[in-house]
């Protein structure tokens, strides 16, 4: 049997002797088995309505030291799995008349196809070099941008990289720019319309000595100009809007790589994370 499925039946076949809230969490698990390495033990206990505490236990039920080694196990598992299969078989199969759902999907299979194409490793690495080296990561966009601007400030958090997402509010980006200094990293995404305010930042940058990293639809978009590298990602759609099907991947890739690049600088974070969320889970069931 392989790793992939060791895993899982690992956990199944536990499943009967677990504790009321722990059988939560192994649902969690075999439903949501691909998502399990983008996620971290405060995400599960959100998740799954479990302490962040019983989550290390049932970790530990499954047969690993905790929450980060099980993690760590299911992501090589999956690594393998995709090694051995057909990637995207969905778009090769694609019917004359297919349903609408199928349609939209080819759509954002193609945009990761293409994206996977288009991103040069030797560039890719070069962001992750960047960030990895900065005091502190900042992100932009207006719109859909703002969001995933969002996601990936985020998500750097998460692998211990500090990270901040610019907002707009009353303060234009600008004004936020006058407190980054050389040693900081900032990361904008540009798609179509093209928010002038999102260049005449990383242009403002620039001009300040601040690297700017652009995640943008094509190599010649406006915002690439003023910027030291450019991850170029499709964003095709039916509608007159962004996909970002890809630019998720991205976010998740950029992430992971940040992670296992500094593998002690991740963990750290994550066990000060699970510390502090036993302790707090301490002081209310104390309470």
Do not use: W
């Not at 639809?217 to 039916?238: H, Q, R």
């Not at 000060?272 to 889970?281: P, R």
């Amino acid at each position: 049997m392989d790793r992939y499925k060791e895993i899982k039946e690992k956990i199944k076949s536990r499943y009967s002797s677990l504790p009321k809230n722990q059988k939560k969490i192994a649902d969690y698990f075999i439903n949501n088995f691909d998502k399990i390495p983008f996620v971290n033990v405060q995400d599960l206990s959100i998740e799954t309505g479990a302490s962040v505490a019983s989550v290390v236990r049932f970790s530990q039920r499954a047969g690993f030291k905790g929450f980060s080694e099980l993690r760590d196990a299911i992501t090589g598992s999956l690594q393998k799995e995709l090694n051995n299969k057909e990637i995207f078989p969905l778009f090769e199969k694609r019917k004359v008349e297919e349903d609408l759902l199928t349609e939209v999907a080819n759509v954002d299979i193609k945009n990761i196809n293409d994206t996977l194409n288009l991103i040069e490793r030797k560039i890719f690495n070069v962001v992750i070099e960047k960030i990895l080296k900065s005091d502190r990561v900042f992100t932009a966009g207006l719109g859909i941008s703002y969001l995933l601007a969002e996601i990936l400030a985020y998500q750097l958090t998460q692998v211990g990289v500090s990270s901040t997402v610019l907002h707009h509010s009353h303060t234009l980006f600008n004004e936020h720019l006058l407190f980054l200094n050389p040693k900081d990293l900032l990361i904008v995404f540009s798609f179509p319309p093209y928010s002038k305010e999102t260049i005449e930042a990383a242009e403002f940058a620039n001009k300040r000595k601040i690297d700017v990293i652009a995640v943008t639809n094509k190599s010649a978009s406006p915002v690439t100009f003023f910027t030291k590298a450019n991850l170029i990602v499709k964003s095709e759609n039916m509608l007159f809007t962004n996909s970002f099907a890809a630019i998720s991947v991205l976010i998740n890739a950029i992430a992971t790589a940040c992670a296992i690049k500094d593998k002690q600088r991740a963990k750290r974070i994550l066990k000060e994370s699970e510390d502090i969320m036993i302790s707090q889970n301490q002081v209310l069931n104390e309470s």
